[in-house]
């Protein structure tokens, strides 16, 4: 059971916009920590696709945006693309835990 | 460009111990703050541990804590994991990833490819 929740699997056609949610609570999210967001293409290492709740590192298309409220925050995907299917992951910092957490991942099929 | 290099993993039995290196290249290594992020065959990822650019803050994930000791040298440009009475829920690959200057706001911008621990008896 991951700290912050994110939902297995979602899917969307090709040109089409899906959002990735990732709940936590106020020990991570809710206490003002930052948001970041991983891509891990299969049998890849996990890539930094967001930080700072919406930042995108050098190189990240705009198709790719953060967002945050409360004690959640959203990963965005517009104009889908082939190759955006892959596993995305959430991370933040934990204040109970003292240390960094991440979601269980989100499965993205492109259909 | 930056590059980090894993070594040190394999085969091991329950109850023993391994030591794994990341060799980091491409930036100012005593600058910044470096981490362990594991992945179990088909599972998620789950940070392990992190150590600030002076070696002044250290933390742990509660499953490795009292076990797994993480350690630098800026000399070297190199991070280690040294990983005794390992169990078979560690079995992973093992990631360095880099962080950031500031502790609390850690996030991964690079990683390298990983190093595989399999703990079989």
């Known amino acids: 059971q991951s700290v912050l929740t994110q939902p297995p699997s979602v899917s969307g056609a090709p040109g089409q916009r899906v959002t990735i949610s990732c709940t936590g609570s106020?020990?991570?999210?809710?206490?003002?920590?930052?948001v970041h967001w991983y891509q891990q293409l299969p049998g890849t290492a996990p890539k930094l696709l967001i930080y700072g709740n919406s930042n995108r590192p050098s190189g990240v298309p705009d198709r790719f945006s953060g967002s945050k409220s409360g004690t959640s925050a959203s990963l965005a995907i517009t104009g889908l693309q082939a190759e955006d299917e892959a596993d995305y992951y959430c991370q933040s910092y934990d204040s109970s835990l003292s240390g960094w957490v991440f979601g269980g991942g989100t499965k993205l099929t492109v259909l | 460009e930056v590059q980090l290099v894993e070594s040190g993993g394999g085969l091991v039995q329950p109850g023993r111990s391994l030591r794994l290196s990341c060799a980091a290249s491409?930036?100012?290594?005593?600058?910044?703050?470096m981490h362990w992020v594991r992945q179990a065959p088909g599972k998620g990822l789950e940070w392990v541990s992190g150590?600030?650019?002076?070696?002044?803050?250290?933390g742990y994930a509660d499953s490795v804590k009292g076990r797994f000791t993480i350690s630098r040298d800026n000399a070297k440009n190199s991070l280690y994991l040294q990983m005794n009475s390992l169990r078979a829920e560690d079995m992973a690959l093992y990631y360095c990833?880099?962080?950031?200057?500031?502790?609390?706001?850690?996030?991964?911008?690079?990683w390298g490819q990983g190093t595989l621990v399999t703990v079989s008896s």
């Open positions: 990833a880099k962080g950031e200057q500031q502790w609390l706001i850690n996030y991964f911008d690079y």
């Open positions: 150590i600030n650019y002076n070696s002044g803050n250290i």
């Open positions: 491409g930036f100012s290594f005593d600058d910044y703050a």
């Open positions: 106020s020990s991570n999210i809710g206490a003002g920590y930052y």
